[in-house]
């Protein structure tokens, strides 16, 4: 930017805190060329990924399906590929936002944890619990409109009140947790710590509602259709809630919590690992992610609380039996937890 300081209406700055290990690997590898990672990396990419994705749910059913695009005015389109390609970039345009690790005091760890805690193994390099840095959104463009930053920074809250990065990111790796938003163009609820399960959901019911207002400026409302191709964060595709875990202090074992009681309800509907098809399941082919994510929180009593976003799309019901998710949901709710209406 030639020096210039840029002004809160051009960019915004997350000040983040790890909760749990964020499993993020970059390009240093063994030189042995062995594919296992030497070190876990604070890498722009991966978070500008993951908001991305989270601004596509959100704005999925306020805007038009790829094939409704006019293919005539790229600037004006009003399709999911090109309002999304105005933002984040697309084969045949640059990007009109630009991702930055800030202030990091720690932007690369050779210190391993625990990958499967559940199971005592996996040792990783990892971006360990309790390191803080920032993540820097501003726009490329002088004559950008404020409204994309407004979308990408509300994009970029429900990312990390919602989601995690990394791997294992949808079993509560990679959490984080926003400590402060400079420049915050929207007006997104920030606090210090949650008192309880109530407190937290009464945040992300505030936090989405807002979010969801500002990155769907950007288009207008379609009429509701079947299940979606893609996940969206919809009444009719999406649920959140907040459930009490029974771990505290220790984030290795509200990890190893979740994945035990998981285990009673295990189905390829929960994500298929590999490019094989599943156990007794020859028609179940492919390797698709969970669509339940599973973000950790620290209350400030030391217990921890997971969000659980299930985000419903045709992928997902084609690969296994969804009734099993609604019963985990259900179960998780029998400790406590609260539901978080979408609007």
Same mark, same amino acid.
């Given at each position: 930017m030639n020096g210039r300081t840029l002004t809160p209406r051009?960019?915004?700055?997350?000040?983040?805190?790890?909760?749990?290990?964020?499993?993020?690997?970059?390009?240093?590898?063994?030189?042995?060329?062995?594919?296992?990672?030497?070190?876990?990396?604070?890498?722009?990419?991966?978070?500008?990924?993951?908001?991305?994705y989270w601004f596509r749910a959100a704005l999925a059913d306020h805007a038009l399906l790829p094939g409704e695009c006019s293919r005539k005015?790229?600037?004006?389109?009003?399709?999911?590929?090109?309002?999304?390609?105005?933002?984040f970039g697309s084969a045949d345009h640059g990007r009109g936002l630009v991702?930055?690790?800030?202030?990091?005091?720690?932007?690369?760890?050779?210190?391993?944890k625990l990958l499967l805690p559940h199971k005592?193994?996996?040792?990783?390099?990892?971006?360990p619990a309790g390191t803080s840095f920032g993540l820097r959104i501003h726009l490329a463009l002088v004559n950008q409109p404020e409204e994309h930053l407004r979308a990408a920074t509300a994009a970029a809250w429900l990312a990390f009140s919602l989601g995690g990065v990394?791997?294992?990111s949808r079993r509560?790796?990679?959490?984080?947790?926003?400590?402060?938003?400079?420049?915050?163009?929207?007006?997104?609820?920030?606090?210090?710590?949650?008192?309880?399960?109530?407190?937290?959901?009464?945040?992300?019911? *505030?936090? /989405? &509602?807002?979010? =969801?207002?500002?990155?769907?400026?950007? !288009?207008?409302?379609?009429?509701?259709?079947?299940?979606?191709?893609?996940?969206?964060?919809?009444?009719?595709?999406?649920?959140v809630q907040v459930v009490p875990l029974e771990a505290r202090e220790n984030e290795e074992k509200a990890r190893s919590e979740i994945m035990c009681k998981l285990r009673d309800f295990k189905d390829p509907v929960f994500g298929?690992?590999?490019?094989?098809?599943?156990?007794?399941?020859?028609?179940?082919?492919?390797?698709?992610?969970?669509p339940v994510w599973i973000r950790l929180v620290r209350l400030k009593d030391g217990q921890f609380a997971a969000v659980q976003t299930t985000l419903r799309s045709a992928t997902?019901?084609?690969?296994?039996?969804? *009734?099993? /998710? &609604?019963?985990? =949901?259900?179960?998780?709710?029998?400790? !406590?937890?609260?539901?978080?209406?979408l609007a």
């Open positions: 051009r960019a915004c700055t997350f000040r983040l805190e790890t909760v749990t290990p964020a499993f993020l690997h970059g390009a240093h590898r063994p030189s042995s060329g062995r594919s296992a990672p030497v070190e876990a990396e604070l890498r722009a990419s991966s978070f500008e990924g993951l908001i991305r005015s790229y600037s004006n389109c009003g399709c999911l590929p090109c309002i999304e390609g105005r933002l991702f930055r690790i800030v202030d990091a005091v720690r932007a690369t760890s050779q210190e391993k005592n193994s996996s040792p990783s390099p990892a971006i990394g791997q294992r509560g790796a990679g959490s984080f947790a926003i400590r402060k938003i400079d420049g915050d163009p929207v007006g997104l609820p920030v606090a210090e710590g949650f008192a309880g399960v109530d407190d937290l959901a009464n945040h992300l019911r *505030t936090g /989405i &509602e807002v979010a =969801l207002r500002a990155i769907r400026a950007l !288009g207008s409302p379609r009429p509701p259709g079947a299940v979606p191709e893609f996940p969206m964060l919809t009444p009719r595709a999406a649920r298929l690992p590999h490019l094989l098809p599943a156990a007794g399941k020859p028609k179940v082919n492919g390797r698709h992610a969970s997902a019901t084609l690969s296994g039996n969804w *009734t099993r /998710i &609604e019963d985990y =949901l259900k179960s998780s709710l029998s400790s !406590g937890g609260k539901i978080i209406d």
